[in-house]
């Protein structure tokens, strides 16, 4: 058997033109593990309402923090993977959940490299069925579909991985040097509340309260909520932070059902009018810079707090193609190459 890896982030449209804008929102949207409600319904209220107006406003959101070489997200995760490359001995190739850098042609270019066997990495710490379960099935379902001969395994989420840790918060300490800050939120990609519960694989323990996610349970493997407050609590023992200075919020929120809360827009303001001057803001949910991080946070995120009464704002880069997050990925990988089982991070 021959191994190699599929590395597989969100996706990103072709260009910022209104057109691929809209292509790239009707596959994302239409997701049904992004909006999970009925086809027809999710049909009408995708086809019928949100890409008649939304493409255009994204379209302008993706211009503010497109690059030279293109979609800030798609040429951060070529770099890391190009960087992976050099420290492992197996091929890796990259895919996208949405957009034209499919998941089928990342099987197609490890396939021409004779891979028979493959280490599927969703590129999020955290489990949530709009992102990591996402990945997994629509990796399985092309799979078995066109490469049925394929032997597939998959890294687990790693929100709470001593050496993902480690790495996060030793970014975080380099994103903050010259920053003095007194205040640092953790602002995470929000989803709606009824996503927590239909991955509750006890269907009963998730409350959405404050005690659910700090009493052990097996709904844990699959809670992002949960998740979510493990990693900030982890990283906030690595930075001797005190429960004064730092918090949690949830951001990108669609449509009008709840959402996972506190909202990070709120928070930007009720932080500011609450008598914080310096705030540092850093988006774990990501391991690389994209649209949310980009626009919505180090953008829109500072302008609001400024709004609000801010002095000072600063939005910490994800992990990027940081060199101690890629040492920390092809050591999970060369775990595997050496022995499948060790698939566990």
Known sequence: MKKGILLVNLGSPDSTKVKDVRNYLDEFLMDERVIDMAYWKRFLLVKGIILNTRPKRSAEAYKKVWWDEGSPLIVISERFTEKISKKIDVPVALGMRYGSMSIKKGFEELIKQDVNEVLLVPLYPHYAMSSYETVVVKAEEVQQKHFPSIKMDVLP?????????????????????????????????????????????????????????????????????????????????????????????????LLKDPWLKPYTDFELERLAKEGVKKLAVITPAFVADCLETLEEIAMEGKKEFLDAGGEDYKHIPCLNDDDEWVDVMANWINNWVKEPSLITT
């Open 157 to 253: 989420v790693f929100y709470d991985h001593p050496d993902y840790v480690n790495a996060l918060s030793n970014s975080i300490k380099k994103g903050l040097e010259g920053f003095d800050y007194d205040h640092i939120l953790f602002s995470y990609h929000g989803i709606p509340e009824r996503h927590i519960y239909k991955s509750d694989t006890t269907k009963s323990h998730c409350k959405i309260d404050g005690n659910c996610c700090n009493t052990p349970s097996e709904a844990h493997k699959t809670c992002y909520r949960h998740q979510c407050f493990e990693t900030t609590k982890a990283v906030a023992k690595q930075l001797n932070l005190t429960k004064e200075n730092y918090n949690d919020s949830f951001q990108s929120r």
